[in-house]
C-alpha cells in the first residue's frame, strides 16, 4: 500500500517545474527510494495510533537518505537502515547528496529520533504506536543553497504540489487508520487538519525541532511530551 502511494506521488510531482528564486528541486522518494522502502517495509506495516507528519525533507536529513527527519547516525544505528543512495539528476554544488557518508547532521532529525529513542527504547517499541512521515517530499532550493519551503512557493507552483501531497497525507492515514494525526510545526498541523479533518479522528500539533526554533533549542524533548500530552498521547516522558 505503501509502496503504491509512493509510486503515484512521484508520478504527481514528476512533472511540475519551478522558476527563480527555486533553482534546484530534489525528490528523495526517486533517488534515496531503497532506504525509503527500507523504512516503510519494517516500520510501515499495520495500524498505527499516531501518525506524525513533517513539511518537508531538510538538506542533511531526508535529502541525504531517504527517511523522514533523516539524521544519519539514528536512521543508520538506531533504525538499522542502510541502502545505497542514487544522486538527484542535477544536484546544487553546496548542497552535495553524499547519502550515509554526509559528514553533516541534521538537527531537527537528531532531536526528533534521539526523543523516540529516549521515550520507547527500541525502534519496534515506536513504531508499534507511531509512524513518522512528511507532508512534501521534495527539497527546493536556491541558487544560494538556502531551502525555500513548500509554502512559500508561487501560488501557481504550490497549488500542483499540494494537490500531489494531500491526496498522498489522505490514503497514508487511511492506511494506518491512526487515532491522532500530529503536525511537527505549525505548517504540517495546518496541512493534516485541512486534508483529514474530516475523518473520524483528532489532529493535533507539536513544535518544531528546528535549531531556528529558540525554545526548541533550550530543551525540545520536554515540550514534545508536554504537547503530546495535551493530546492526550501518553509517552512515559
Same mark, same amino acid.
Given at each position: 500500500?505503501?509502496?503504491?502511494?509512493?509510486?503515484?506521488?512521484?508520478?504527481?510531482?514528476?512533472?511540475?517545474?519551478?522558476?527563480?528564486?527555486?533553482?534546484?528541486?530534489?525528490?528523495?522518494?526517486?533517488?534515496?527510494?531503497?532506504?525509503?522502502?527500507?523504512?516503510?517495509?519494517?516500520?510501515?506495516?499495520?495500524?498505527?495510533?499516531?501518525?506524525?507528519?513533517?513539511?518537508?525533507?531538510?538538506?542533511?536529513?531526508?535529502?541525504?537518505?531517504?527517511?523522514?527527519?533523516? @539524521?544519519?547516525?539514528?536512521?543508520?544505528?538506531? $533504525? &538499522?537502515?542502510?541502502?545505497?543512495?542514487?544522486?538527484?539528476?542535477?544536484?546544487?554544488?553546496?548542497?552535495?547528496?553524499?547519502?550515509?557518508?554526509?559528514?553533516?547532521? @541534521?538537527?531537527?532529525?537528531?532531536?526528533?529520533?534521539?526523543?523516540?529513542?529516549?521515550?520507547?527504547?527500541?525502534?519496534?517499541?515506536?513504531?508499534?504506536?507511531?509512524?513518522?512521515?512528511?507532508?512534501?517530499?521534495?527539497?527546493?532550493?536556491?541558487?544560494? &543553497?538556502?531551502?525555500?519551503?513548500? @509554502?512559500?512557493?508561487?501560488? +501557481?507552483?504550490?497549488?500542483?504540489?499540494?494537490?500531489?501531497?494531500?491526496?498522498? $497525507?489522505?490514503?497514508?492515514?487511511?492506511?494506518?487508520?491512526?487515532?491522532?494525526?500530529?503536525?511537527?510545526?505549525?505548517?504540517?498541523?495546518?496541512?493534516?487538519?485541512?486534508?483529514?479533518?474530516?475523518?473520524?479522528?483528532?489532529?493535533?500539533?507539536?513544535?518544531?525541532?528546528?535549531?531556528?526554533?529558540?525554545?526548541?533549542?533550550?530543551?525540545?524533548?520536554?515540550?514534545?511530551?508536554? +504537547?503530546?500530552?495535551? $493530546?492526550?498521547?501518553?509517552?512515559?516522558?
Amino acid at each position: 500500500m505503501l509502496s503504491q502511494i509512493t509510486d503515484d506521488l512521484v508520478s504527481d510531482l514528476s512533472d511540475l517545474s519551478f522558476g527563480p528564486p527555486v533553482s534546484h528541486v530534489y525528490n528523495p522518494l526517486v533517488y534515496a527510494r531503497a532506504a525509503w522502502d527500507q523504512y516503510c517495509e519494517r516500520f510501515g506495516r499495520g495500524r498505527r495510533e499516531v501518525v506524525l507528519i513533517g513539511m518537508n525533507p531538510g538538506p542533511f536529513g531526508m535529502a541525504q537518505v531517504g527517511v523522514p527527519f533523516g @539524521e544519519i547516525e539514528h536512521v543508520a544505528g538506531w $533504525l &538499522g537502515i542502510r541502502a545505497t543512495i542514487r544522486r538527484p539528476p542535477v544536484e546544487h554544488p553546496g548542497r552535495p547528496v553524499l547519502g550515509f557518508d554526509c559528514p553533516r547532521s @541534521e538537527v531537527s532529525g537528531r532531536r526528533l529520533w534521539g526523543w523516540a529513542r529516549e521515550r520507547f527504547g527500541t525502534p519496534e517499541a515506536f513504531f508499534s504506536r507511531f509512524f513518522v512521515a512528511n507532508y512534501c517530499p521534495l527539497v527546493f532550493m536556491e541558487a544560494s &543553497g538556502r531551502n525555500r519551503v513548500p @509554502e512559500k512557493l508561487p501560488s +501557481a507552483e504550490r497549488d500542483p504540489v499540494f494537490t500531489a501531497c494531500d491526496r498522498a $497525507l489522505r490514503r497514508t492515514v487511511r492506511h494506518f487508520r491512526p487515532r491522532w494525526v500530529v503536525g511537527v510545526g505549525k505548517f504540517a498541523e495546518r496541512r493534516a487538519r485541512a486534508v483529514v479533518g474530516d475523518l473520524d479522528l483528532r489532529v493535533g500539533g507539536v513544535p518544531h525541532p528546528s535549531p531556528a526554533s529558540p525554545l526548541a533549542n533550550r530543551g525540545w524533548a520536554p515540550l514534545m511530551d508536554a +504537547a503530546l500530552g495535551r $493530546l492526550g498521547i501518553e509517552t512515559g516522558g
